[in-house]
């Protein structure tokens, strides 16, 4: 199993830009898929977005899109989550996860994510 661990999260203002990084143990991370989801109070956790090993292809919620960036540094075993133009709505306690599988555009919401990191508070204030 993959070791995960979140860090970067904060208290932001609406309109502030926050990143994430979330940090793998495994040695084969370029072949790992990476999914950020988020959990807000009271609600279940959701998808934000995710990213094909290999830095290839890249797929986000409607709500994030064109405001979140996901990458990834396969050299430092690391992924990101880049996020802008944030609003109150993004509050959320944020978790990275890792895969050995493929994304499609049929699945990306779907597949069975392997590992999980422990969370990382985003507070966004109005």
């Known amino acids: 199993q993959v070791q995960l661990v979140e860090s970067g999260g904060g208290l932001v203002q609406a309109g502030g830009s926050l990143r994430l990084s979330c940090a793998a143990s495994?040695?084969?991370?370029?072949?790992?898929?990476m999914g950020w989801f988020r959990q807000a109070p009271g609600k279940e956790r959701e998808f934000v977005a995710a990213m094909n090993w290999g830095g290839g292809s890249s797929y986000y919620d409607a709500s994030v899109k064109g405001r979140f960036t996901i990458s990834r540094d396969n050299a430092k075993n690391t992924a990101y989550l880049q996020m802008n133009d944030l609003k109150p709505d993004d509050t959320a306690v944020y978790y990275c996860a890792a895969a050995f599988t493929f994304l499609t555009d049929s699945n990306y919401r779907n597949i069975n994510y392997d590992s999980w990191g422990q969370g990382t508070q985003v507070t966004v204030s109005s």
């Open positions: 495994a040695r084969t991370f370029s072949r790992l898929v």
